[in-house]
Nanobody, 116 residues
Framework: QVQLVESGGGLVQAGGSLRLSCAAS????????VAWYRQAPGNQRELVATITGGRSTSYTDSVKGRFTISRDGAKNTVFLQMNSLKPEDTAVYSCNIRDYLGRQYWGQGTQVTVST
């Protein structure tokens, strides 16, 4: 079992920045993939960004160049730096980890609201 706790959400004006954190209850291993998802009201959950244990990253097209996913040196916290935020980025952002056996764990989510 892995516990994930997200933080850093809030209300920001369009063009602003937020940094989300996802703290895991254990170190992130080489076989893990950590992802940020988001879900806006009435929409399906969307994969935003991923980072592997080897620090390879990927992003959905709508956030490329604006969001950066990273991992700290202690390997148990993953960040999502969000710049140039747009109203359409408004959603609940959730952290997910998938281990080498395919087991998945979710955090409780953090609300991000971008005002015009």
């Amino acid at each position: 079992q892995v516990q994930l706790v997200e933080s850093g959400g809030g209300l920001v004006q369009a063009g602003g920045s937020l940094r989300l954190s996802c703290a895991a209850s254990r170190s992130i291993f080489s076989g893990d993939v950590v992802a940020w998802y988001r879900q806006a009201p009435g929409n399906q959950r969307e994969l935003v960004a991923t980072i592997t244990g080897g620090r390879s990253t990927s992003y959905t097209d709508s956030v490329k160049g604006r969001f950066t996913i990273s991992r700290d040196g202690a390997k148990n916290t993953v960040f999502l730096q969000m710049n140039s935020l747009k109203p359409e980025d408004t959603a609940v952002y959730s952290c997910n980890i998938r281990d080498y056996l395919g087991r998945q764990y979710w955090g409780q989510g953090t609300q991000v609201t971008v005002s015009t």
